[in-house]
């Protein structure tokens, strides 16, 4: 399957979450962001998880939910959410596979850091892959939801 781009329809996956799988495509219906990110408890990761919380709020108000995902474990994810005070699901990719098969990919080989906007239909309507600009993800994704919502 080639890189998931803009106009793309997302594939049917499934992710851990904490109370068991997750199916992306169950949460359509209202516009999703999906932010893959490499590592819990690291200064970049730990910026951006922060940023979406930060801004949490502001998603909610537009209609739309917020996902990140890792390839860290459950305990993991429940302890950088709790530290973090983080208000949204974060999900499991075991050994990178979804983030493989949608495209995402770090600098020499390591897990990325990208974006993706989904509308209520469940089209890709934005992605956003940059390693260091933490901040930028959540702003460019609040934009594109705010203007999905009018």
Not at 15 to 38: I, T
Not at 55 to 74: L, M, Q, T
Request: proline share 5%.
């Amino acid at each position: 399957m080639p890189d998931l781009q803009t106009g793309d329809a997302m594939p049917e996956t499934t992710l851990a979450g904490e109370a068991g799988p997750v199916q992306l495509r169950a949460r359509v219906g209202k516009p999703l962001v999906v932010f893959f990110y490499p590592k819990d408890d690291t200064y970049g990761c730990t910026k951006e998880a922060c940023s979406f919380r930060d801004h949490y709020e502001d998603f909610v108000a537009a209609g739309a939910d917020v996902i990140g995902v890792s390839r860290d474990d459950a305990d993991s994810h429940a302890s950088f959410k709790r530290t973090n005070r983080l208000p949204f699901a974060l999900l499991t990719d075991a050994g990178g596979k979804v983030a493989d098969a949608w495209g995402v990919r770090g600098p020499l080989g390591m897990p990325g850091r990208v974006t993706f906007v989904f509308d209520k239909g469940g089209v890709v309507r934005h992605k956003f892959d940059s390693t260091i600009r933490f901040g930028k993800h959540v702003e460019e994704a609040l934009a594109i939801v705010r203007k999905l919502v009018r």
